[in-house]
């Protein structure tokens, strides 16, 4: 298994978008940055503001993306074997009580760490992103993705995650040489309720090109200068 080291890339935020630079200079697009700008996504998201109204609108936003990011620095501390990750219950109770629902799922299928929370980026996608977890996962590679939601979720819903999560394997493998035929989504809910969703790159390399191509087929050019 490939012991490559990745660089940390730095981040531009370009016209309110996240880019990230490669060693050789080229600003490329976060993959979370392009899945958002797909077709119907912002026209979607707006209605929502619309509905429950701008303020509420943010204080579900910040609540989520705080809930999502305690929810990953725990999962990181544990997989990285700090010992003791009780300091989390008070930065943030409600992902600390959901990393305790997933805790078992992590301990019965996660092996072994290979990277977590590292910069990536792909040259044949023109693409980059910060990826939570590769590793070995029920004894094979795999890119693994941890999610936080409110309620459970329908697995038409989320093919953004599988795209992205593919992303990161294309990333991985043209750094390093080795592929990576797995992608898996482990989700839990507020209410406690986890998912499992295992997918195989191979069905999502034709549909993470095409949303780079719509994305770039869209883009300002003036936009990759910083």
Known sequence: MSSVEFPELVVHNIRGMRFYEAPDGNKYPSITTVLSKQ?????????????IGEEQARL???????????????????????????????KNFLAYCMFGEMKSHLDEK???????????????????????????YNNTLAVVDFKTTTTPKKEEWIEDHFIQCTAYASMFEEHTGEAIENIVIMMVAEDGQVQIFEKKTSDYFSKLAMTMDNFYNNLDVDALVA
């Open 39 to 51: 077709p119907g996504k912002q026209e979607g998201l707006q209605k929502w503001r619309e509905r």
């Open 60 to 90: 579900v936003s910040g609540k989520a993306a705080r809930r999502g990011t305690a929810f990953h620095n725990i999962c990181e501390d544990y997989l990285n074997g700090v010992e003791d990750i009780t300091h989390h219950k008070d």
């Open 110 to 136: 996660i092996d072994k760490v290979v990277l977590q929370e590292q910069t990536m980026y792909s040259p044949k996608y023109q693409v980059a992103g910060r990826c939570d977890f590769i590793g070995v």
